[in-house]
């Protein structure tokens, strides 16, 4: 996993527990402090909650980045870009980790773990902490997803 050492938020479904599970042990074997946010079993429950929780982190400064999970990243990752502030992308491998970092700001990273296979969202997650912000060019498309942007005629 990326230094210098992180605070990351994490956050999952019934579904993506257990991928949840292995991420974070990763990123404490790494040396990140790691805020879960849940949930930390298999019954069922509403994932815009954990999405939420997660969100809130990032936004409130408690995390630098978060991570979420569930059965496909669809639902938890349009959850998570329903709060102002937040650029969640649902990620497959590493080239989209590394290029919504680099080109989009993504301070918050989905996986499905229907999808995804432990090694793969590894890779990519690391991939994701690793890239930073390339701006320049990517700036005013970044400044449109902001929830002050205005559109002008």
């Known amino acids: 996993m990326a230094a210098?050492?992180?605070?990351?938020?994490?956050?999952?479904?019934?579904a993506g527990v257990e991928l949840k599970a292995a991420l974070r042990q990763a990123l404490e074997g790494a040396g990140h402090t790691v805020l879960d946010m849940g949930t930390h079993g298999p019954e069922?429950?509403?994932y815009p909650d954990f999405a939420s929780a997660v969100a809130s982190a990032v936004i409130g400064g408690r995390a630098h980045y978060g991570v979420l999970v569930c059965g496909t990243g669809i639902g938890i990752s349009i959850a998570a870009n329903r709060h102002a502030g937040i650029?969640?992308?649902n990620v497959h491998d590493v080239t989209g980790a590394r290029l919504t970092r680099a080109h989009n700001d993504?301070?918050?990273?989905?996986?499905?773990?229907?999808?995804?296979g432990v090694q793969v969202a590894l890779d990519a997650l690391n991939a994701f902490l690793s890239?930073?912000?390339?701006?320049?060019?990517?700036?005013?498309?970044?400044?449109?997803?902001?929830p002050d942007w205005t559109r002008t005629p």
Do not use: M
């Not at 210098?4 to 019934?14: E, I, R």
């Open 4 to 14: 210098p050492s992180l605070t990351l938020a994490l956050g999952a479904d019934h």
């Open 44 to 46: 069922s429950v509403d």
């Open 87 to 89: 650029r969640c992308a």
């Open 106 to 116: 993504a301070n918050v990273i989905a996986f499905g773990a229907r999808l995804t």
């Open 131 to 146: 890239t930073p912000y390339e701006g320049g060019r990517h700036d005013r498309r970044v400044l449109k997803l902001s």
